[in-house]
Protein backbone atom coordinates (compact mmCIF):
# COMPACT_ATOMS: atom_id res chain seq x y z
CA UNK A 1 0.00 0.00 0.00
CA UNK A 2 1.41 3.27 -1.03
CA UNK A 3 -1.30 5.58 -0.55
CA UNK A 4 -2.84 7.25 2.59
CA UNK A 5 -5.95 9.20 2.27
CA UNK A 6 -6.57 12.68 4.45
CA UNK A 7 -9.32 10.59 6.30
CA UNK A 8 -7.46 7.81 6.85
CA UNK A 9 -4.84 9.94 8.19
CA UNK A 10 -6.59 12.07 10.07
CA UNK A 11 -8.20 9.07 11.93
CA UNK A 12 -4.58 7.59 12.66
CA UNK A 13 -4.07 11.24 14.41
CA UNK A 14 -6.87 10.95 16.34
CA UNK A 15 -5.68 7.57 17.58
CA UNK A 16 -2.79 6.85 20.50
CA UNK A 17 -0.23 7.44 17.18
CA UNK A 18 1.37 4.58 18.37
CA UNK A 19 4.19 3.72 15.92
CA UNK A 20 3.22 6.28 13.63
CA UNK A 21 6.07 9.02 12.35
CA UNK A 22 4.82 11.71 9.90
CA UNK A 23 7.56 13.33 7.78
CA UNK A 24 7.29 16.61 6.22
CA UNK A 25 9.08 16.84 2.85
CA UNK A 26 8.81 20.02 1.72
CA UNK A 27 10.90 20.55 -1.53
CA UNK A 28 10.82 22.18 -5.50
CA UNK A 29 12.85 22.90 -7.84
CA UNK A 30 12.59 26.85 -7.50
CA UNK A 31 12.48 26.35 -3.31
CA UNK A 32 14.30 23.27 -2.51
CA UNK A 33 14.58 24.87 1.19
CA UNK A 34 11.01 23.94 2.30
CA UNK A 35 11.86 24.99 6.27
CA UNK A 36 10.36 28.44 6.50
CA UNK A 37 7.27 26.65 5.15
CA UNK A 38 7.05 23.94 7.35
CA UNK A 39 7.68 26.57 10.00
CA UNK A 40 4.79 28.55 9.17
CA UNK A 41 2.60 25.62 8.78
CA UNK A 42 2.81 21.75 8.96
CA UNK A 43 0.28 18.68 9.92
CA UNK A 44 1.12 18.36 13.75
CA UNK A 45 3.26 15.65 15.04
CA UNK A 46 5.51 16.18 11.38
CA UNK A 47 9.14 16.37 11.37
CA UNK A 48 10.03 18.40 8.74
CA UNK A 49 13.28 16.34 6.26
CA UNK A 50 15.41 18.05 4.28
CA UNK A 51 15.73 16.25 0.65
CA UNK A 52 18.89 18.19 -0.38
CA UNK A 53 20.67 17.40 2.59
CA UNK A 54 19.16 14.40 4.25
CA UNK A 55 17.74 12.04 1.73
CA UNK A 56 20.52 13.11 -1.05
CA UNK A 57 24.09 12.64 -0.49
CA UNK A 58 26.23 15.42 -2.04
CA UNK A 59 29.71 14.11 -1.17
CA UNK A 60 29.51 11.52 -4.12
CA UNK A 61 31.02 12.90 -7.10
CA UNK A 62 29.59 11.63 -10.55
CA UNK A 63 26.45 10.22 -9.47
CA UNK A 64 23.88 13.45 -10.75
CA UNK A 65 22.46 16.24 -9.01
CA UNK A 66 20.88 13.95 -6.21
CA UNK A 67 23.08 11.14 -5.66
CA UNK A 68 20.90 8.69 -3.09
CA UNK A 69 21.99 9.21 0.36
CA UNK A 70 24.23 6.89 2.43
CA UNK A 71 22.57 4.41 5.36
CA UNK A 72 24.21 5.19 8.51
CA UNK A 73 23.81 9.06 7.93
CA UNK A 74 20.37 7.98 6.22
CA UNK A 75 19.87 5.81 9.63
CA UNK A 76 20.61 9.00 12.13
CA UNK A 77 18.80 11.16 10.22
CA UNK A 78 15.58 8.68 10.85
CA UNK A 79 16.25 8.65 14.49
CA UNK A 80 16.47 12.05 14.67
CA UNK A 81 12.77 11.88 12.89
CA UNK A 82 12.27 9.75 15.88
CA UNK A 83 11.37 6.44 13.72
CA UNK A 84 11.59 3.10 15.46
CA UNK A 85 12.02 0.10 14.30
CA UNK A 86 8.41 -0.90 12.86
CA UNK A 87 7.28 1.95 12.69
CA UNK A 88 4.45 2.80 10.15
CA UNK A 89 5.87 6.04 8.29
CA UNK A 90 3.55 8.68 6.62
CA UNK A 91 5.67 11.13 3.85
CA UNK A 92 3.81 14.35 2.55
CA UNK A 93 5.00 17.37 0.59
CA UNK A 94 3.29 20.80 -1.02
CA UNK A 95 4.24 20.47 -4.77
CA UNK A 96 3.85 17.64 -7.21
CA UNK A 97 4.45 14.37 -5.02
CA UNK A 98 7.71 15.01 -5.42
CA UNK A 99 9.54 14.88 -2.36
CA UNK A 100 7.06 12.86 -0.57
CA UNK A 101 7.68 10.22 -3.44
CA UNK A 102 11.37 10.57 -3.19
CA UNK A 103 11.47 9.85 0.94
CA UNK A 104 8.91 6.59 0.17
CA UNK A 105 11.64 5.24 -2.55
CA UNK A 106 14.67 6.00 -0.54
CA UNK A 107 13.18 4.42 2.55
CA UNK A 108 12.01 1.63 1.16
CA UNK A 109 15.34 0.93 -0.49
CA UNK A 110 16.85 1.54 2.92
CA UNK A 111 14.22 -1.28 4.53
CA UNK A 112 11.38 0.17 5.79
CA UNK A 113 8.82 -1.60 4.80
CA UNK A 114 5.50 0.75 5.50
CA UNK A 115 5.97 4.06 4.15
CA UNK A 116 2.68 5.63 2.54
CA UNK A 117 2.49 8.89 1.03
CA UNK A 118 -0.13 11.43 2.05
CA UNK A 119 -2.09 11.70 -1.75
CA UNK A 120 -2.77 15.00 -2.52
CA UNK A 121 -0.25 16.46 -0.35
CA UNK A 122 -0.39 18.79 2.53
CA UNK A 123 -3.24 20.81 -0.19
CA UNK A 124 -5.73 18.51 0.68
CA UNK A 125 -5.11 18.14 3.96
CA UNK A 126 -5.88 22.23 4.27
CA UNK A 127 -8.89 21.89 1.63
CA UNK A 128 -10.43 19.02 4.25
CA UNK A 129 -10.52 21.83 6.90
CA UNK A 130 -7.82 20.35 9.02
CA UNK A 131 -5.77 22.64 11.13
CA UNK A 132 -1.93 23.46 10.90
CA UNK A 133 0.74 23.81 13.94
CA UNK A 134 3.72 25.97 13.81
CA UNK A 135 6.91 26.13 14.68
CA UNK A 136 9.63 22.80 14.89
CA UNK A 137 8.88 19.51 16.30
CA UNK A 138 11.58 17.81 17.98
CA UNK A 139 10.63 14.32 18.86
CA UNK A 140 12.65 11.62 21.31
CA UNK A 141 15.57 9.87 20.02
CA UNK A 142 13.98 6.84 17.66
CA UNK A 143 16.09 3.07 17.45
CA UNK A 144 15.11 2.75 14.10
CA UNK A 145 18.11 0.06 12.40
CA UNK A 146 18.42 -0.24 8.33
CA UNK A 147 18.89 -3.32 6.50
CA UNK A 148 21.29 -2.04 4.15
CA UNK A 149 23.85 1.16 4.16
CA UNK A 150 24.02 1.47 0.46
CA UNK A 151 20.73 1.85 -1.26
CA UNK A 152 22.38 1.65 -5.46
CA UNK A 153 22.53 -2.03 -4.62
CA UNK A 154 19.38 -2.11 -1.56
CA UNK A 155 16.34 -3.33 -1.49
CA UNK A 156 14.88 -1.44 -4.81
CA UNK A 157 16.18 -2.16 -7.67
CA UNK A 158 18.32 0.56 -9.25
CA UNK A 159 19.88 0.79 -12.74
CA UNK A 160 23.23 2.24 -13.50
CA UNK A 161 24.85 4.48 -16.93
CA UNK A 162 26.15 1.50 -18.11
CA UNK A 163 22.87 -0.44 -17.74
CA UNK A 164 20.72 2.52 -19.12
CA UNK A 165 23.19 2.04 -22.42
CA UNK A 166 22.30 -1.71 -22.70
CA UNK A 167 18.64 -1.61 -21.37
CA UNK A 168 16.83 -4.34 -22.33
CA UNK A 169 13.06 -3.04 -21.85
CA UNK A 170 10.99 0.85 -21.46
CA UNK A 171 12.99 3.57 -20.43
CA UNK A 172 10.43 6.06 -19.14
CA UNK A 173 11.54 9.83 -19.30
CA UNK A 174 9.83 11.64 -16.48
CA UNK A 175 10.80 15.12 -17.13
CA UNK A 176 7.93 17.65 -19.01
CA UNK A 177 7.78 17.04 -22.64
CA UNK A 178 9.57 20.03 -23.60
CA UNK A 179 12.81 18.83 -21.63
CA UNK A 180 12.33 15.51 -22.73
CA UNK A 181 12.67 16.86 -26.17
CA UNK A 182 15.45 18.86 -25.52
CA UNK A 183 13.54 22.63 -26.76
CA UNK A 184 14.64 23.89 -22.91
CA UNK A 185 16.92 22.37 -20.25
CA UNK A 186 17.05 24.98 -17.11
CA UNK A 187 19.41 22.96 -15.13
CA UNK A 188 21.10 20.79 -16.30
CA UNK A 189 24.22 22.08 -18.97
CA UNK A 190 23.01 19.76 -22.11
CA UNK A 191 19.51 19.21 -23.36
CA UNK A 192 17.90 15.86 -24.58
CA UNK A 193 17.21 12.52 -23.36
CA UNK A 194 18.47 9.34 -23.74
CA UNK A 195 18.02 7.75 -26.92
CA UNK A 196 15.26 5.06 -26.97
CA UNK A 197 13.50 6.47 -24.29
CA UNK A 198 9.90 7.12 -23.77
CA UNK A 199 8.11 10.60 -22.15
CA UNK A 200 5.58 9.73 -19.47
CA UNK A 201 5.61 13.34 -17.58
CA UNK A 202 5.27 12.66 -14.03
CA UNK A 203 2.53 15.36 -13.59
CA UNK A 204 0.58 13.85 -15.74
CA UNK A 205 0.03 10.57 -13.25
CA UNK A 206 -1.96 13.39 -10.76
CA UNK A 207 -4.78 14.86 -11.35
CA UNK A 208 -5.78 18.59 -11.16
CA UNK A 209 -5.95 18.44 -7.30
CA UNK A 210 -2.69 16.58 -7.23
CA UNK A 211 -4.01 13.49 -5.95
CA UNK A 212 -3.02 10.27 -8.09
CA UNK A 213 -5.10 9.07 -10.76
CA UNK A 214 -6.71 6.13 -10.01
CA UNK A 215 -5.21 2.63 -11.17
CA UNK A 216 -7.01 2.37 -14.23
CA UNK A 217 -6.36 5.78 -15.91
CA UNK A 218 -2.19 5.42 -14.86
CA UNK A 219 -2.61 2.02 -16.79
CA UNK A 220 -3.82 3.91 -19.88
CA UNK A 221 -1.75 6.24 -19.35
CA UNK A 222 1.48 4.55 -19.43
CA UNK A 223 0.20 2.20 -21.90
CA UNK A 224 0.15 5.25 -24.50
CA UNK A 225 4.07 5.30 -24.01
CA UNK A 226 4.57 1.76 -24.94
CA UNK A 227 4.49 0.74 -20.98
CA UNK A 228 2.41 -2.26 -20.02
CA UNK A 229 4.86 -4.31 -17.79
CA UNK A 230 5.13 -7.00 -20.01
CA UNK A 231 9.12 -6.12 -20.38
CA UNK A 232 11.60 -4.18 -17.88
CA UNK A 233 10.90 -0.58 -17.32
CA UNK A 234 13.34 1.93 -16.33
CA UNK A 235 12.56 5.32 -15.05
CA UNK A 236 14.61 8.69 -14.77
CA UNK A 237 14.07 12.35 -14.82
CA UNK A 238 16.91 15.06 -14.44
CA UNK A 239 18.72 14.21 -11.41
CA UNK A 240 16.36 10.97 -10.11
CA UNK A 241 13.09 13.09 -7.71
CA UNK A 242 10.90 13.39 -9.97
CA UNK A 243 11.30 9.67 -11.20
CA UNK A 244 10.06 8.34 -8.28
CA UNK A 245 6.79 10.03 -8.64
CA UNK A 246 6.14 7.86 -11.46
CA UNK A 247 7.91 4.33 -9.80
CA UNK A 248 4.55 5.60 -7.45
CA UNK A 249 2.48 5.67 -10.35
CA UNK A 250 3.78 2.52 -11.63
CA UNK A 251 3.01 0.46 -8.52
CA UNK A 252 -0.43 1.97 -8.26
CA UNK A 253 -0.78 0.48 -11.89
CA UNK A 254 0.59 -2.67 -11.31
CA UNK A 255 3.57 -2.16 -13.19
CA UNK A 256 7.45 -2.71 -11.69
CA UNK A 257 10.13 -0.27 -11.90
CA UNK A 258 13.51 0.41 -11.79
CA UNK A 259 15.13 3.67 -10.76
CA UNK A 260 18.34 5.24 -12.43
CA UNK A 261 18.96 7.44 -9.43
CA UNK A 262 21.71 9.46 -11.48
CA UNK A 263 19.10 10.29 -14.11
CA UNK A 264 19.71 13.02 -17.30
CA UNK A 265 22.02 15.20 -14.55
CA UNK A 266 24.67 11.98 -14.64
CA UNK A 267 23.99 11.00 -18.23
CA UNK A 268 24.72 14.25 -19.93
CA UNK A 269 27.46 15.06 -17.70
CA UNK A 270 29.10 12.59 -19.76
CA UNK A 271 29.83 13.11 -23.61
CA UNK A 272 30.72 9.81 -23.85
CA UNK A 273 27.22 8.92 -23.72
CA UNK A 274 24.35 9.37 -26.73
CA UNK A 275 21.91 12.07 -26.81
CA UNK A 276 18.66 12.22 -28.98
CA UNK A 277 16.38 15.13 -29.34
CA UNK A 278 13.00 15.65 -30.36
CA UNK A 279 9.65 14.08 -29.76
CA UNK A 280 10.33 10.77 -30.78
CA UNK A 281 11.82 7.78 -28.36
Known sequence: MSLISVPELAAELEGPRGGLRLLDVRW????????EAFESGHI????????????????????????????TALQAALRRWGVNRGDSVVVYDDWNR???????????AAGIADVRILDGGLGAWVAAGHSLAVGSETPATGDVELATTDLYSGQLPTLTAEQVLNFAGVLVDARAPERYRGEIEPIDPVAGHVPGAVNAPSTATLDEHGFFRNPSELREFFAAAGVTGSVPVGVYCGSGVTAAVDLVALELAGIGGTLFPGSWSQWSSDPANPIATGPDA
Not at 52 to 57: A, G
Not at 98 to 108: E, N
Open 98 to 108: AGSSRAWWVLR
Open 28 to 35: SLSVPDGR
Open 44 to 71: RSAVYVDLETQLSDHSVSGRGRHPLPEG
